[in-house]
Every structure is written in C-alpha cells, then in structure tokens.
C-alpha cells in the first residue's frame, strides 16, 4: 500500500518524549470515559500489562474519573507463574492501577487455574456479559497485540480467550523489558485475548514508546494487513489512536504525523 493510506483509518500522535506520550494518551483516554459516562451508566475497559504502559497508567491515575463506574479487565496473562510473580500482569496492573482506584470491579484471569480450557470460557463469558467500550493496549516487538504472536495470530479467530504458545521473539522481548533476567525463565505459554475479543472495542488507544518497536509500528501502518503482522488489524478499527514517541516513530516520515 502506498504510503499515506493509515493517515485515513488511524489517528497517529507523536510526542517527543516517552513521558509526554504517556501523558497525553491518559488525558485522550480519561476524556473519552467521562464523554462515555455522560451517555451510560457503566463503562469497561481492558487493560494492557506491560512496561511501554508505565507513563499512561501513572498519568491516568492523576485525572478525574468516576471509578466506581467502571469495570476493568486485563488482556492476556501467563500459564504458570507463581501466583505472587511481579511479572504476572494481573498483579503488575493490581500494583500500578487496580489497587489504587476504587473500580466497580476489576476482573483477572487466571493463569493458574487447574483447567485452563474452563477458565478461558469463564473470562469470555465476562468479556461477551461486558462488552469493551475502551481497549488501551501497546505493540509487541513482532507486531504482536495481546499475545497473539504471528503468524498464529488469526483475525476471525472464533474464541474470544484462549491459550497460546508464545514465540521466541515475544519471549525476548520480555527479557529487553527487563521483566525477566534471562529468556530461559520466560514462560512459553500463556492466556489471550483473541484478536477479535480486542477489536469488539469501540474505542482502541494503542500506546507504543521505544526504539525497538520503531520497525512494529511502521509495519503496523504500512504493511499487508495480515496475520504475520498481526498489529495492521488495527488499521481496520475506525476508532483507534495510536500513540508514539520519538524513538517508536523513528522510521516513519514526519510530513505524515
């Protein structure tokens, strides 16, 4: 596709700073909640767990929200870990957002649950009983969003949650995150919101810092729109903002932001 063509389906904002980025994805977010509950009584929202989220959760919690309107979910999380691990993300979300603002609920999923076929079927349920108003979610370094890895990410995918062995590429990320001390402690499996359970989302805001996400975005932007690169689904989503900073939009061309 030509370059140019993502300016009409994905709103793109560049900041100059990791910081400044974070910032101004929480005031766009926290607007859109307050625009929402002028309209309905609840809202939800899915929440994504990673350090490229840090500044957004922290800016959030500074702006003025009516917590107790809104139910809160998490997008994906690993088999395995101990239930007190600092790197599950049901927890990493608990210390940076969950626990600090009074949520009407706040629901988690379990990676360690003794059947894990029946706790994806429970979180689907959950997710079909409370449908996203708000998805707030970055960009792996393979173009993943969630845990779906290409080229298994599958855009008509009929679960909502499920189970998914996770690439080596996704798994070093974790290490480059500084997450884990070595690639070897990275869990190889984990649970997932479906591409599709994602994209039910009325309004995405896709938050991406860093210099190594810098080819993930630009292919996110301007290549084929297919499960290799599962990110470009986003550019189907009239309601998606994607946030960078300076290093993440390194290698586009700045006529274009």
Not at 84 to 97: C, I, S, T, V, Y
Not at 101 to 110: G, K
């Amino acid at each position: 596709m030509e370059k140019g063509a993502a300016k009409s389906t994905v709103h793109v904002k560049k900041y100059p700073t990791r910081q400044a980025m974070g910032e101004a994805a929480a005031v766009a977010v926290a607007g859109q909640i307050r625009q929402l509950l002028e309209q309905q009584e609840l809202v939800n929202i899915i929440f994504a767990a990673a350090p490229s989220q840090n500044e957004f959760l922290a800016a959030l919690l500074l702006e003025e929200i009516d917590w107790e309107r809104i139910n809160a979910f998490h997008m994906d999380e690993y088999v395995g870990l101990v239930a007190d691990a600092p790197q599950g993300f049901g927890n990493f979300l608990k210390d940076r957002l969950f626990a600090k603002v009074p949520f009407r609920t706040v629901h988690y999923i379990n990676g360690n649950a003794p059947d894990l076929h029946a706790e994806c079927s429970r979180y689907a349920q959950l997710v079909k009983q409370n449908p996203p108003d708000i998805v707030c979610l970055g960009i792996g370094e393979n173009g993943h969003i969630a845990f779906n890895d290409p080229p298994a990410a599958d855009f008509e995918d009929p679960e909502l949650v499920k189970q998914v062995g996770l690439d080596s590429v996704c798994r070093q990320q974790q290490v480059n995150d500084g997450c884990f001390a070595a690639l070897s402690l990275v869990p190889a499996k984990a649970l997932t919101l479906t591409i599709p359970a994602l994209i039910k989302g009325r309004y995405l805001y896709c938050i991406v810092p860093g210099r190594l996400k810098a080819q993930a975005v630009y292919n996110t932007l301007y290549a084929e729109i297919k499960s290799l690169y599962p990110s470009t689904i986003l550019r189907t989503h009239p309601g998606m903002t994607l946030f960078l900073d300076e290093q993440s939009a390194g290698m586009l061309n700045t006529n274009e932001l």
